[in-house]
């Protein structure tokens, strides 16, 4: 072993130590293609070709093994080929997308295509700050590659640029489009003679009338209790408008403070003070929340529009799982009750030094066609950020109400970023502020107070990119 190769290790120890850390200095070593040949491949662009992908290029596909399995990847990886027929594709799957990947940024070996989710994903802010993505741009305005006279810009849904922009440079491509809301089984209501509440004081009237027939009103995952930030965030915004969610994504001084965010958490303690939250949630993860919810041991469970893929081994027959809103605060509210979040997410990145960054950019093409984007919306029940992809598509139940909620939500869809620009923020210090709020251990200025000292801590530490959010 080489000085290089010991100093090379000891850097991805020193990563894998501190994941949260970001690359650090690690990223500026290496060069593409540090392994092997070295080769970095590029081909000649035409009509035909618009990124310039080498032919015989070899694609190294590297997905998370998450709700979405991989089956749907390497579907595209098989549409690629189609394409491409010279090139041979290396697939893989993993749940620690960190552990596994960050040595290889360091050692300037990235795969292609890196599907970065889950609990276990390489902080983006540390991947930006050290320039190790490769801009996207270039593919924005390539021709789509099966809807005739439009680029792939011209074929997204609207936010699915921007919630992966940094610094006006569109760096990472979020794959599916989410709505977050509130779940019930429109069987369990239809069942029970309940209504879905649209105002505040109707729904705890209704939490109290589910509780008294022996029903839990709510149940959430414990263990990632940031999963019930996004109905009170939800409710915040909908409450004092956008403007609430720029703040918090901008870390603005008292942002977590806000008249509209204290009285969303006033709101909200209802439901922990008045115990309409199913007993031992607090200990539960994500998967045996959402089973216990499925089982009818509860009515209501927050969470995004994978809920219904990722169920769907233990979701009973004729439950029809449907999403909704947050209900309006009062008629004060800037936004109507039919406002729902909706955001781009599953995030996929071609690193900077990846050795065939045209054939990266040409899978996210591929991805990005209708063809493809179908295929997904068949094969994992979710949205992807191609508009007019779910035509033609059988929809299972639930995903058609995603889709009603966002038609019902038009153009008062609202969404917050502080979560992809500081995952630390909300993965470590709300979710934190979260546990100890919907477990009953602190009221809602204690919540609101850890969450502000948690982003005012991220404001004030000069090691953190910084990003600001216009709008």
């Known amino acids: 072993m080489d000085r290089r190769d010991i100093l090379r290790r000891g850097a991805a120890a020193g990563l894998l130590a501190t994941p949260a850390a970001g690359l650090l200095a690690g990223c500026a070593t290496g060069g593409g293609g540090d392994s092997g040949d070295g080769k970095v491949y590029k081909g000649t662009k035409s009509a035909q070709n618009p990124l310039g992908v080498a032919e015989d290029a070899p694609l190294e596909v590297v997905i998370f093994s998450g709700g979405f399995g991989e089956e749907y990847a390497k579907a595209h990886e098989a549409m690629y080929t189609a394409h491409h027929p010279k090139a041979k594709i290396k697939h893989s799957a993993t749940q620690e997308i960190s552990k596994t990947l960050q040595p290889r940024f360091v050692d300037g070996t990235p795969p292609d295509v890196v599907n970065n989710s889950g609990a276990g994903q390489i902080d983006f802010n540390g991947l930006v700050s050290q320039n190790a993505l490769a801009d996207l741009g270039e593919l924005l305005a390539a021709p789509s590659l099966d809807v005739p006279g439009k680029t792939v810009r011209d074929t997204l849904l ?201 054939g990266g950019l040409e899978f996210f093409r591929t991805m990005l066609s209708k063809q493809g984007a179908q295929d997904f919306t068949r094969k994992v029940a979710s949205l992807t950020v191609v508009a007019g992809a779910t035509e033609g598509v059988e929809l299972p139940y639930g995903l058609s109400t995603v889709v009603k909620a966002l038609d019902a939500s038009g153009d008062n869809g609202f969404n917050w970023v502080y979560n992809n620009y500081y995952r630390k923020l909300e993965r470590n210090l709300v979710d934190a502020a979260c546990g100890e709020f919907f477990s009953g251990r602190i009221g809602p200025a204690e919540f609101l107070d850890q969450c502000q000292k948690g982003a005012d801590s991220i404001a004030q530490d000069s090691s953190v990119k910084k990003y600001k959010r216009s709008a």
């Open 158 to 358: 609207p936010g699915a640029v921007e919630v992966g922009s940094y610094d006006d440079r569109f760096l990472v491509m979020n794959y599916t489009y989410t709505v977050y809301g509130i779940w019930h089984s429109t069987k369990l209501f239809a069942d029970r003679g309940w209504e879905y509440a649209k105002t505040w004081d109707e729904h705890i009237a209704l939490c109290k009338k589910i509780k008294a027939a022996g029903v839990a009103p709510w149940t959430y995952a414990g263990k990632h209790p940031r999963y019930m930030s996004w109905p009170l965030i939800s409710t915040a915004i909908k409450f004092g408008g956008t403007s609430v969610a720029v703040a918090i994504d901008n870390l603005e001084p008292n942002a977590w403070r806000s008249d509209a965010m204290r009285t969303a958490a006033d709101a909200w303690h209802q439901i922990v003070k008045d115990k309409l939250i199913l007993d031992g949630s607090p200990g539960l993860d994500h998967v045996q929340s959402q089973t216990a919810w499925c089982q009818g041991k509860a009515a209501f469970i927050s969470c995004g529009s994978w809920l219904e893929n990722e169920q769907k081994a233990v979701t009973p027959a004729g439950f029809n799982m449907t999403v909704a809103p947050t209900p309006s605060l009062g008629a004060g509210d800037k936004l109507p009750f039919e406002a729902v979040r909706g955001t781009a997410g599953e995030p996929f990145m071609v690193p900077a030094k990846a050795r065939n960054v045209a």
